[in-house]
């Protein structure tokens, strides 16, 4: 076993913490220096050689910034990268095939993205070395006897282009500027760039400017600049955040096309029915998040998301999770008592500019989750903001006039300078972080206690997200109104913050309304559904609550895709348009619970 001892430089505040783990360590107490203050970096530094494992410093360190792992020796071989002394490692890389689509799942924080930028040639690989990094040489040698031998030596020299589309597209206003045509056009080396505007509907929006774009139009941009560029390698970093089920469809073909091309395409994707589709091979990456991971063999993409759910790879006889994520093959049946009412809503139309919603009359009970289903721009946002009076309607009148709610916005503004225990108090109730069962439902679950100390705005999307649906369910209502909470979530953090909005609501006796794009994630999070229809930008329809069976039937009818189920997981899957299974299911009207 070697051992490694990373240190993470967010979480680490030697300024409030008198230094718990120099002044704890017991090897410095008996004058051996295995972790010391290091002036530079204006943090410690642990030396790993001296430094014998006790776990001390981890237990000892108010901000959990230490991690200590003892890992196979054989395996420092493979070390790919380190961020730093005592940084994140990275063992073994994916291994992209040209003319296949190889799709990257994993956990946040386990290196997927350094993958990524390893593949590109934006960032070197230190071979694990901090101090003497390699020369690209000796780092082309070391992939001798792989494929990535000869796919670094094209890319180095200049022979092999690889383009990225990057994980956080909401930071793209601040790096460019211009219409969207204007940039698209700017990009575009392959001539592609009108047939890309239409194909990912951007023609209606092409005159304006970046900075005015929702998250799904930013989305679209970045696929469509990345996919403009004439490379060889393709590299997209989580391309279906804020995109609707059609347009993730619509992108999961334009990648697919990507492969017939023989393009070498890698995808990092958590939306579990999107990869399936798009994915020839899997790799996993596993690991402790924010200290290392390590990424799989390439394997079939049926056999990689079923292990991943499993939480066991059997070629590597490892486990990574202590839990299974399983799927019900048919939905549990609620049925609601006329006592279990806690509202209702009548039929509410409502006119903004030239788009007009249209909401049928509904009902909410206690302890029931409502997910929304429906394209970008049909009114689902409109919708919530109906019920909770933040709008008022044109015909009919919000129905949460007296009842106190919280609500999750879509979109989650980054900038405040304030710490994550301030913002969650500020939002949401101000005992609630003293409260030992929202403590243990939703605050430890979500890996929030790691978070409490760091700034609003030093955050990375995910841990953004999972902060904003805390403080969302920091306060003690009735009724929860939580818009898109799964973006940039991986699987687990998707399946934790289902269970800790599932549990609110119980024990609150509450309801909350779900915004949500992920099908497959409506399978574990919510109870009804109410499916949204019409023309995007012009005219939404907001039918009743129905049972997830019929709403799923009537949203993929819609949509125009069926799910068959995996023998194994019974995880849903995508058919492929025409096939046998397609056109049965069609015909008998069974979308998504088969049998
Ligand atoms: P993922 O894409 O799987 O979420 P990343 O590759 O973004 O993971 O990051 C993996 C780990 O590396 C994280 O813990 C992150 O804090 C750390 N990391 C990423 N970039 C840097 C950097 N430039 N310097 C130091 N650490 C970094
Ligand atoms: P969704 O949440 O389903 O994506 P929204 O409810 O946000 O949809 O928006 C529905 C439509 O209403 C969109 O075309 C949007 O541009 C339009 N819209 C939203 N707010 C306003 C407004 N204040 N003025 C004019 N149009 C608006
Ligand atoms: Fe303080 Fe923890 Fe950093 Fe050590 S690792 S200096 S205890 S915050
Ligand atoms: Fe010291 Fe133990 Fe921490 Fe190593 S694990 S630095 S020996 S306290």
């Given at each position: 076993m070697v051992r490694i001892a990373v240190i993470d430089r967010d979480l680490c505040k030697p300024r409030k913490c008198n230094l718990e783990c120099i002044r704890f360590c017991p090897m410095v107490r008996s004058g051996r220096k295995a972790i010391e203050f290091n002036e530079e970096l204006r943090r410690p530094v642990i030396h790993e050689m001296l430094c014998m494992g006790c776990g001390i410093c981890v237990k000892k360190c108010p901000f959990n910034a230490i991690y200590i792992v003892n890992l196979p020796e054989e395996l420092e071989e493979e070390c790919i990268h380190r961020y730093g002394i005592n940084g994140f490692k990275l063992y073994r890389l994916p291994i992209p095939k040209r003319g296949k689509i190889l799709g990257i799942i994993g956990q946040n924080g386990v290196g997927k993205s350094t993958a990524l930028k390893i593949l590109s040639g934006r960032l070197k690989p230190n071979l694990g070395r901090v101090d003497e990094p390699p020369e690209w040489d000796e780092i082309i040698r070391r992939f001798r006897g792989t494929e990535l031998q000869p796919y670094f030596k094209a890319l180095v020299n200049g022979k092999l282009r690889a383009v990225i589309k990057p994980q956080y597209v909401d930071l793209l206003p601040k790096k460019i500027r211009g219409t969207v045509e204007?940039?698209?056009?700017?990009?575009?080396?392959?001539?592609?760039?009108?047939?890309?505007?239409?194909?990912?509907?951007?023609?209606?929006?092409?005159?304006?400017?970046?900075?005015?774009?929702?998250?799904?139009?930013?989305?679209?941009?970045?696929?469509?600049?990345?996919?403009?560029?004439?490379?060889?390698?393709?590299?997209?970093?989580?391309?279906?955040?804020?995109?609707?089920?059609?347009?993730?469809?619509k992108i999961a073909k334009?990648?697919?096309?990507?492969?017939?091309?023989?393009?070498?395409?890698?995808?990092?994707?958590?939306?579990?029915?999107?990869?399936?589709?798009?994915?020839?091979?899997?790799?996993?990456?596993?690991?402790?998040?924010?200290?290392?991971?390590?990424?799989?063999?390439?394997?079939?993409?049926?056999?990689?998301?079923?292990?991943?759910?499993?939480?066991?790879?059997?070629?590597?006889?490892?486990?990574?999770?202590?839990?299974?994520?399983?799927?019900?093959?048919?939905?549990?049946?609620?049925?609601?008592?006329?006592?279990?009412?806690?509202?209702?809503?009548?039929?509410?139309?409502?006119?903004?500019?030239?788009?007009?919603?249209?909401?049928?009359?509904?009902?909410?009970h206690v302890g029931e989750v409502i997910g929304l289903l429906g394209p970008n721009g049909i009114g689902k946002t409109t919708f919530i903001r109906l019920l909770a009076g933040d709008l008022e309607p044109d015909e009919g009148y919000s129905p949460l006039g007296k009842i106190e709610y919280s609500y999750k916005p879509q979109y989650i503004a980054s900038d405040l300078d304030i710490s994550v225990e301030e913002f969650i108090k500020e939002k949401g109730d101000k005992s609630a972080l003293s409260n030992s069962w929202?403590?243990?439902?939703?605050?430890?679950?979500?890996?929030?206690?790691?978070?409490?100390?760091?700034?609003?705005?030093?955050?990375?999307?995910?841990?953004?997200?999972?902060?904003?649906?805390?403080?969302?369910?920091?306060?003690?209502?009735?009724?929860?109104?939580?818009?898109?909470?799964?973006?940039?979530?991986?699987?687990?953090?998707?399946?934790?913050?289902?269970?800790?909005?599932?549990?609110?609501?119980?024990?609150?006796?509450?309801?909350?309304?779900?915004?949500?794009?992920?099908?497959?994630?409506?399978d574990f999070i919510a109870d009804s559904l109410i499916v949204f229809n019409g023309k995007p930008g012009i005219e939404g329809y907001a039918l009743a609550p129905l049972d997830l069976k019929s709403?799923?039937?009537?949203?993929?009818?819609?949509?125009?895709?069926?799910?068959?189920?995996?023998?194994?997981?019974?995880?849903?899957?995508?058919?492929?348009e025409g096939s046998y299974l397609d056109r049965l299911q069609k015909s008998i009207g069974e979308y998504y619970y088969v049998g």
């Open positions: 204007q940039v698209i056009l700017i990009a575009d080396e392959r001539g592609i760039a009108h047939e890309l505007l239409k194909d990912l509907e951007l023609e209606d929006i092409k005159d304006r400017r970046i900075s005015h774009l929702s998250g799904g139009e930013l989305q679209r941009l970045a696929i469509a600049i990345t996919m403009c560029r004439d490379a060889d390698v393709y590299l997209f970093d989580e391309p279906s955040s804020f995109l609707d089920v059609y347009q993730r469809m334009l990648i697919r096309n990507l492969a017939l091309e023989d393009k070498i395409v890698v995808v990092v994707e958590h939306d579990l029915a999107v990869l399936d589709y798009i994915s020839d091979l899997v790799s996993i990456i596993y690991g402790t998040p924010g200290a290392y991971g390590i990424v799989t063999e390439p394997r079939g993409v049926r056999v990689g998301i079923n292990e991943y759910l499993d939480g066991y790879l059997p070629q590597e006889n490892m486990r990574i999770r202590e839990y299974r994520i399983v799927f019900d093959l048919r939905p549990l049946e609620r049925s609601w008592k006329p006592e279990d009412i806690l509202f209702t809503w009548p039929k509410m139309t409502k006119r903004l500019g030239s788009f007009k919603l249209i909401a049928e009359p509904g009902e909410a929202f403590l243990s439902e939703v605050i430890k679950p979500l890996g929030i206690d790691r978070l409490l100390d760091r700034r609003i705005n030093e955050l990375s999307g995910g841990e953004l997200q999972v902060v904003y649906i805390a403080a969302c369910l920091a306060k003690d209502v009735k009724v929860y109104l939580i818009d898109e909470p799964f973006a940039y979530l991986d699987v687990e953090q998707r399946f934790r913050v289902s269970r800790a909005i599932r549990h609110v609501v119980e024990a609150r006796a509450a309801v909350a309304f779900v915004v949500e794009h992920d099908i497959i994630a409506h709403g799923m039937n009537k949203f993929l009818k819609q949509v125009g895709i069926t799910f068959r189920r995996d023998l194994h997981s019974k995880r849903p899957r995508i058919n492929k």
